[in-house]
């Protein structure tokens, strides 16, 4: 078996759907976190317990959307990665072999492609010496 673009492709369809999700997830929690500073306008001052519980409710939503966005940027980071692998394999109309797995993890998560040889051991059936 081995990995070819159309693969890829419906991984980074899988992705990119997924990181989708992630993004409404991300619009409404912004909304949320916004929502008690609007409400703190209206509270008067005497009310200052209603303020912290306000303003602790919105420390919590901001840490919640930081942590939503970190999965969002891990979630789309990998499907452009698989967008760049799928160009590339297509461009070349080849397959990557999928035996020696490392080479697949390697090529799949390293952020520039054209690196690809330094990163598996492999070499992916190459003739350039290894560095």
Same mark, same amino acid.
């Given at each position: 078996?081995?990995?070819? /673009?159309? #693969?890829l ?5 899988a992705? !990119?759907s997924?990181?989708? *999700?992630y993004? =409404?997830?991300? !619009?409404i =929690? ?6 008690p500073? &609007? @409400? &703190?306008?209206? @509270? =008067?001052?005497h009310n200052g #317990?209603?303020?912290?519980?306000? &303003?602790? =409710?919105?420390i919590?939503l901001?840490?919640?959307?930081w942590?939503v #966005?970190a999965q969002?940027?891990? @979630?789309r ?5 698989a967008?760049r ?8 109309n080849e397959?990557?072999?999928q /035996?020696?797995?490392?080479?697949? @993890?390697?090529f ?6 054209g690196?690809m040889?330094?990163?598996? /051991?492999?070499?992916?059936g190459t *003739?350039?010496? *290894?560095?």
């Amino acid at each position: 078996m081995s990995l070819t /673009s159309a #693969n890829l492709v419906g991984y980074l369809r899988a992705e !990119f759907s997924k990181s989708a *999700k992630y993004r =409404l997830r991300l !619009f409404i =929690l912004q909304l949320a976190a916004a929502m008690p500073a &609007a @409400i &703190a306008v209206l @509270i =008067l001052d005497h009310n200052g #317990n209603v303020l912290y519980a306000l &303003a602790f =409710l919105s420390i919590a939503l901001l840490a919640l959307w930081w942590f939503v #966005n970190a999965q969002y940027t891990r @979630i789309r980071g990998a499907g452009q990665a698989a967008l760049r692998g799928a160009l590339l394999l297509g461009s070349l109309n080849e397959t990557l072999p999928q /035996s020696p797995s490392h080479c697949a @993890i390697g090529f799949l998560s390293h952020p520039t492609l054209g690196s690809m040889g330094r990163v598996c /051991s492999c070499r992916l059936g190459t *003739k350039v010496p *290894k560095g």
